[in-house]
């Protein structure tokens, strides 16, 4: 069965440090998606790409880096992580020009410390 | 500003009865509406969906209004079970249908 997979599912890291969070799927979408989701504040969305090479930055874009290399992939980079990201992280993904509905990977809760 | 709006951050309803989640938006190019839920630990996963063509639409015990003069929409879930206990959001989109807006969440909880 196609699925969208992420990784770590949990992490710890230190204040300044870089960590990527890894994002796959297996259904061929052109569209991929990172949201985090925090309380009060839902799902927002961080950067966005419709296909390889392209990456677009969503509302709350700073801080955060994607690179669309082919199909499968968007990883998500935290270059000098501040404790404000601190959240669980979403990947998405979706069919170009097709409903428009959303699959979302099971999260990656990240702690910054 | 948040687009998408959910007022209600949570619900209690007794077993058997109408669970009725709203949700508001401000952006009038908003043509395609949809709600997710979402229960702990977990991904949200795709409920139930509804074109601004239409005012209404069902799915077994799940059903969506759109009032697209008030800019509400509402899911209206019947009878309400235990197992429907989790987060709802909604979600907008404009006509690529392709970038998704989310409403901050209502947390349901159905008592047996």
């Known amino acids: 069965d196609a699925e969208i997979t992420q990784s770590p599912r949990h992490k710890i890291i230190e204040t300044g440090r870089q960590v990527t969070l890894a994002c796959h799927q297996t259904w061929n979408h052109n569209n991929m998606f990172w949201y985090r989701q925090d309380l009060g504040h839902g799902l927002r969305l961080i950067h966005y790409?419709?296909?390889?090479?392209?990456?677009n930055k969503g509302e709350v874009s700073d801080g955060y880096s994607v690179s669309r290399s082919n199909t499968e992939d968007l990883p998500l980079t935290l270059e000098s992580a501040a404790s404000s990201q601190t959240s669980v992280y979403f990947c998405?993904?979706?069919?170009?020009?097709?409903?428009?509905?959303?699959?979302f990977g099971e999260g990656s809760r990240l702690t910054v410390l | 500003d948040q687009q998408v709006k959910q007022n209600s951050p949570s619900l209690s309803v007794q077993e058997g009865r109408i669970s009725i989640l709203n949700c508001d938006y401000t952006?009038?190019?908003?043509?395609?509406f949809l709600w997710y839920k979402k229960y702990p630990a977990e991904g949200p996963t795709f409920l139930i969906s509804i074109s601004s063509i239409k005012d209404k639409n069902e799915d077994g015990r799940f059903t969506v209004f759109l009032n697209k003069s008030a800019k509400h929409l509402s899911l209206h879930i019947v009878p309400s079970q235990p197992g429907d206990s989790a987060v709802y959001f909604c979600a907008a989109s404009g006509n690529t249908g392709n970038q998704f807006y989310f409403g901050t969440g209502t947390s349901l909880t159905v008592i047996p």
């Open positions: 790409s419709y296909g390889v090479h392209d990456t």
């Open positions: 952006n009038s190019m908003f043509d395609y």
């Open positions: 998405a993904s979706s069919r170009w020009g097709g409903t428009g509905e959303l699959f």
